[in-house]
């Protein structure tokens, strides 16, 4: 089981930047192979925003981040925090942010249905 602990979130102004952290832990003999922020605004369905491949530091992102956001990861022995740098913000990013993790291969990128650990969620609000 993977603990998954974010933070970093709050309220800022339009046009501001936020960086949200998430430390995994639990895992014993691997580290997850993928890791992932998603965001789940009112009434709608929760979005992948960008995704870090642990083997090749490959990343995805939703079209909407891209050139705003950046996924970064930092191992240590026991644990991975990964960060989402968040620039230049608008009230469409409002949402409460997730941090996913998988021990297996993701298909799908960005797809919800391919993390099977998630951290509690952290708010972001964005305020023109």
């Known amino acids: 089981q993977v603990l998954l602990l974010e933070s970093g979130g709050g309220s800022v102004q339009a046009g501001g930047s936020l960086r949200l952290s998430c430390t995994a832990s639990?895992?014993?003999?691997?580290?997850?192979?993928?890791m992932a922020w998603f965001r789940q605004a009112p009434g709608k369905k929760r979005e992948g925003v960008a995704e870090?491949?642990?083997?090749?530091?490959?990343?995805?992102?939703v079209d909407s981040v891209k050139g705003r956001f950046t996924i970064s990861q930092q191992n240590a022995e026991n644990t991975v925090t990964v960060y989402l740098q968040m620039n230049s913000l608008t009230p469409e990013d409002t949402a409460m942010y997730y941090c996913a993790a998988s021990m297996n291969w993701v298909v799908r990128a960005l797809w919800s249905s391919e993390y099977e650990n998630w951290g509690q969620g952290t708010q972001v609000t964005v305020s023109s």
């Open positions: 639990g895992f014993t003999s691997s580290r997850p192979k993928f």
């Open positions: 870090l491949f642990d083997l090749t530091n490959h990343t995805n992102y």
